[in-house]
């Protein structure tokens, strides 16, 4: 039976090989087992650790267990018994590294969805000023009403900011010697996607018709 300095020495030494168990009796020449569980946990953090006693006593068994003990078995030991404990401990440990696989899988893709989220965001963010600061008048709508609208289209209907336009039919913001081209112009941009440029009047807000080029 080693003496438990050598036994310190051993799990101090970080040559040594990572080891998956260790069997402890608590009675040692010169120190009690339980002493060694911090520093084989600490050499070996993933250790399962099984301690003997023949003094069975409800203070050593808690002080083993919160150490880190994996199983605390009383002497004389059957070989039955010690080896069902290893089993248990053997699961226990496959069960933690399924766990962590798992953890670090999740934490993976969760770093990857929030950096593409990120990256979604700083892209939208982009595209957004791009059109916001565009020479260009540039109006988004939906069933004919205005959801958005640019400094530059806010200028050419002469409005006070882009919100003014908000919520406007775009039907009524064009001459109407132009509402049926335009509305067939949008049935075919809905169906084929894009259309040629065209010559057409708008509709100012204070009842100016400006002649411009439609995309």
């Not at 002497?75 to 798992?102: H, M, S, Y």
């Not at 900011?161 to 112009?185: F, W």
């Amino acid at each position: 039976r080693r003496k438990g300095d050598k036994a310190y020495y051993v799990v101090a030494d970080e040559r040594g090989a990572a080891f998956a168990f260790a069997i402890i009796d608590n009675r040692l020449p010169d120190v009690e087992g339980v002493d060694l569980i911090e520093p084989l946990r600490k050499s070996n953090p993933g250790v399962s650790i099984i301690m003997m006693t023949g003094f069975v006593s409800l203070e050593t068994a808690l002080k083993a267990m919160n150490s880190g003990a994996a199983a605390f078995i009383a002497k004389p030991v059957n070989a039955d018994t010690l080896l069902g404990k290893i089993g248990e401990c053997a699961l226990k440990q496959r069960l933690f590294r399924q766990n962590a696989r798992l953890y670090e899988a999740a934490r993976r893709e969760l770093t990857e969805r929030r950096r593409a989220e990120e990256a979604l965001r700083e892209s939208e963010s982009r595209y957004r000023s791009l059109v916001e600061l565009s020479p260009e008048a540039i109006l988004v709508a939906i069933d004919d009403k205005v959801v958005f609208a640019n400094a530059a289209a806010s200028s050419l209907w002469g409005a006070e900011s882009p919100d003014e336009l908000l919520g406007m039919s775009v039907t009524e913001m064009i001459h109407p010697s132009a509402r049926a081209l335009v509305r067939k112009r949008m049935a075919g941009l809905e169906t084929l996607g894009k259309t040629p440029p065209m010559e057409m009047a708008i509709l100012r807000l204070d009842g100016r018709v400006v002649p411009v080029s439609y995309t």
